[in-house]
Structure formats: structure tokens, C-alpha cells
């Protein structure tokens, strides 16, 4: 029996930043049967709160937040992290050498903000409309004394990213850097070994839970360790070919439809 569901949020369960109506009354519903939601995105804590809010877990003892694609996850209630795996500074230096290699915009999340180097356009754009608190810098040398949680490399070529990450494949192993993609804009880069799975790990260890009562939803690259670890592993239907081949189950409608309330109401609830 699924006792926890964890889902992506961007291209999974929101829809223009937003969680629609169809998903928020499922996982009403599962909760009310006992069931824990989770959410497990790249996006800061801060950058999750509104969402939270929509779907009635913010604040929540008994709900928790996998952020910046495992490297920190949180009990909703306490704004600090119950576990964290920073980069170090030399990790983050190695990167921006990378990044400003190829001219791309460079965003370092930390448990408060984003630093951006280099802004594109597009990017102070969306950071603006996900209303997340970013400020642009030139000196890296401010993340010292800070911890960096996820790089994200931003490109408005998605095909450009995965060259670069193909390019310089061995370079980021050396580094002991994981890569990861999403959203078709982001490289994304954490401490080698963390994902949404090794997060999910954790959490099941934390709570006491057997990873066969999770289930997982997502679309993208930055999802399929979260999907190849659970219980049960969906893909919404238009998400990657990768990690539709890393899940057990799709859905038979898109994300705009509401795939993640599909996969609730045909695997847990119909269930219980």
C-alpha cells in the first residue's frame, strides 16, 4: 500500500505555476486517507511555499519538501533543513569556469536566495514570475561563506546544454559534480550521489517508511533516480522518453490535464 507520494512540480503537477484544481482535490483526498505528499523539485524552499500553500501542506508537522533536487529536504513546518548536502567553493569555482565558457547564465541556490551571474533575459523573467528572491552578482567570492545547495548552467538551447553536458562529462566527474537536466533550460548541478532518489532514501529511513510504499511522479532527467527508487515509479505521458523508461507506470494524459491526479486516483486511491 502507497503510505507516501512524492511528485515533481514543473511540467508535472503545476500548471503555469500554478497547481490546478484536478490535482489539488486528489491529493485532498489521499491525505485525508493518511497518505503523506511530498513535494521533491530542484526549487529552493523559498521558491516552494506558495505551492505548499495551494495544495494545504505548508506549515504542515507531518508533511515534508525534497528541495534543490535532494540536496536538502525539510518537515514543512521549520524553515530549517533536516538534512543538507552543500557544494563546496572549489566545486562552485570549477563551474563557473565551465559556464563562462560557454556564455551561459549561472544561478547558485542557497537555503535563502539565488545569486545570478551573467542574466539572461529570459531568466530574470521566469525567476521574477516564480517570485523567487534572486539578486544578480559579479563576485563569486560572496558564496564563500555561504552554502550552495544546486548550480543550474541556463540556456534558452536546450540542445546546447545537453552538448555541454556531454562535453564536459569527465570534467564534472572529476570535480565530484552530479548533472542533471530540466525544464529543456537548466543544467543543473549537485554534490555527486545526491538526487531526488538518494532524498528519497533518506526521508523513507527518516520516517520509517519501506521504499515500496512510495510512489513518485515526474517528467524530467532531474527525476528518474526519484523514479527508479520508489515503490512505484509514473511518468506523466508527455514527459521524457528517459524517464518514461524509468518508470513503472504513465499516464494516459499530460500534465495540463492533470496526470498527477490520474496516477493518484489509479494507484492510490483505487487502492485503499
Excluded at 507531518?62 to 557544494?87: H, Q, T
Excluded at 543543473?188 to 513518485?216: D, P
Excluded at 524530467?220 to 527508487?229: A, G, P, Q, R, W
Aim: hydrophobic share 40%; charged share 30%; proline share 2%.
Amino acid at each position: 500500500m502507497i503510505k507516501m507520494i512524492l511528485s515533481d512540480l514543473d511540467e508535472t503537477l503545476l500548471v503555469d505555476f500554478h497547481v490546478p484544481s484536478i490535482n489539488r482535490d486528489a491529493i485532498a483526498k489521499a491525505r485525508k486517507k493518511g497518505v503523506h505528499f511530498a513535494v521533491a523539485s530542484g526549487r529552493a524552499r523559498f521558491m516552494v511555499q506558495s505551492i505548499l500553500e495551494e495544495v494545504g501542506t505548508a506549515e504542515c508537522e507531518d508533511e515534508y519538501s525534497i528541495c534543490y533536487n535532494g540536496a536538502a529536504v525539510y518537515r514543512n513546518s521549520d524553515p530549517r533543513p533536516l538534512f543538507v548536502s552543500p557544494l563546496c567553493f572549489e566545486q562552485i569555482e570549477a563551474v563557473k569556469k565551465i559556464s563562462d565558457h560557454y556564455g551561459l547564465c549561472f544561478l547558485a541556490m542557497t537555503l535563502d536566495q539565488i545569486w545570478m551571474y551573467h542574466p539572461s533575459e529570459s531568466e530574470v523573467k521566469r525567476k521574477t514570475t516564480q517570485h523567487a528572491r534572486f539578486q544578480i552578482e559579479t563576485d563569486l567570492n560572496v558564496l564563500k561563506e555561504d552554502q550552495v545547495m544546486k548550480i543550474a548552467l541556463q540556456s534558452d538551447s536546450e540542445e546546447q546544454l545537453y552538448a555541454i553536458g556531454e562535453e564536459q562529462a569527465e570534467r564534472f566527474k572529476e570535480m565530484g559534480v552530479e548533472i542533471s537536466y530540466s525544464s529543456g533550460r537548466y543544467l543543473e548541478c549537485t554534490c555527486r550521489g545526491v538526487s531526488k532518489g538518494s532524498a528519497l532514501r533518506w526521508l523513507c529511513g527518516y520516517l520509517g517508511l519501506k521504499q515500496e510504499e512510495t510512489m513518485t511522479i515526474g517528467d524530467n532527467y532531474n527525476d528518474i533516480e526519484m523514479l527508479k527508487e520508489a515503490g512505484l515509479g509514473v511518468c506523466v505521458a508527455d514527459g521524457r522518453d528517459e524517464a518514461k523508461n524509468a518508470a513503472d507506470a504513465v499516464t494516459e494524459i499530460g500534465y495540463k490535464e492533470g496526470a498527477v491526479a490520474e496516477a493518484i486516483e489509479r494507484f492510490v486511491l483505487a487502492k485503499l
